[in-house]
């Protein structure tokens, strides 16, 4: 099969949390849980840079579907 994204994480986004799962070429799994307040989320984007994550998909439920990262 050919690889297509090679870095990606996934997000389950609540109203209090959001729970990100990284994995790819060269990284090995890990989840790691952050609050939805705005130092942890920044702290989020810090975390998928440092794994030079390229693609993200989230999964989420009633309005927690917005604009998370800044």
């Known amino acids: 099969m050919e690889v297509i994204i090679e870095r ?3 997000l389950d986004v609540h ?3 959001v729970t990100a799962c990284v994995m ?3 990284i ?3 989840i790691r849980t952050f609050s939805t307040m705005t130092n942890d989320l920044l702290r989020l984007k810090e975390w998928l840079k440092d794994h030079k994550v390229t693609h993200v998909a989230m999964e989420s ?3 927690y579907w917005k604009l998370i990262l800044p």
């Open 15 to 17: 109203k209090e949390t």
């Open 24 to 26: 790819g070429d060269g």
């Open 61 to 63: 439920t009633g309005i």
């Open 8 to 10: 990606a994480c996934g």
């Open 28 to 30: 090995k799994k890990e």
